[in-house]
């Protein structure tokens, strides 16, 4: 097996090696349908906690169930009704968390850099996965999502994929660049300009001032979600308008590859990013994408305590 690693928190620096390795092993979970004998079932006697500031349904439930069948128990706090709201600090949360028997702790904030805050505090024998951080990573989404790819596409050396919509604070889109990047694959990024970033940290990316240009020839198209709730940008275009000038409509789908994969990190918003037709369509990948985020997120728990079968 590549180095281990205590922390999930970014696709930036991830070993090549690291990441196959998480392929084989989601691939292999995959065929076994998940199911692990008693000795497989490596979290066994440990905790998993997830702790989330914004709404989940993917990330957490996925992460939930697979420390579950890895043998782990897990519980949830919900920061609303903590004991945040009395003034302890999240710090201090957490190491309460630690000294009643967490180890591994998935977090999801609305701050960028904050998850990674948090892990530099935290004992060597405890684990921390960044489930999002403001606009800046999604890891495991992003690994999901080339895992995704993976099984559909020979190799991603060459690969053109088009990634649409909220680029700017997309912390999904960042993840899947940096990973698809150091996978070989050439990433072109399109939206209103309101929502692109001046310029991306990825060589091999470009930036389309056109949604079409991005989506020309692409091999793979990824619909991002409008994130409103962030606020920041003065952007407000009617969703009919929107769906039109920078959504999947079949009509802008239809110029990419005859077989090109549809995806979306969901939730989707359904005639705002995508059209229904093709959210559904016999390319769209989207559902296989959360079914996949089971295997993947098994094989971060076995990665994270070093025993990636
Ligand atoms: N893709 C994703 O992060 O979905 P959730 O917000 O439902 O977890």
Redesign the pocket.
Known sequence: MSKVIQHLLSTKDLDLKLIQCLFSRAEKLKRMRAVLSASERILYGETAASLFWE??????ISFEMAAIRLGARTVHLSPAESSMKKGETLDDTLANLFVLGCRFFVIRHSVSGEVARLASQMKPTAHVINA?DGTNE?PS?ALLDAFTIRERRKSFEGLEIAILGDILRSRVARSNLFLLGHLGANCRVSGPPELLPKKLEVPSAKIMKHPDEAVEGADVIMALRLQRERGGINFAMPDKEYLQDYGLTQKRVSLAKPDAMIMH???INRNVEVEPKVADGPYSVILKQVENGLFMRMAIYEALQGELG
């Open positions: 709404p989940s349904t993917r990330t957490r999002g999604h989404q990190p969901g939730p």
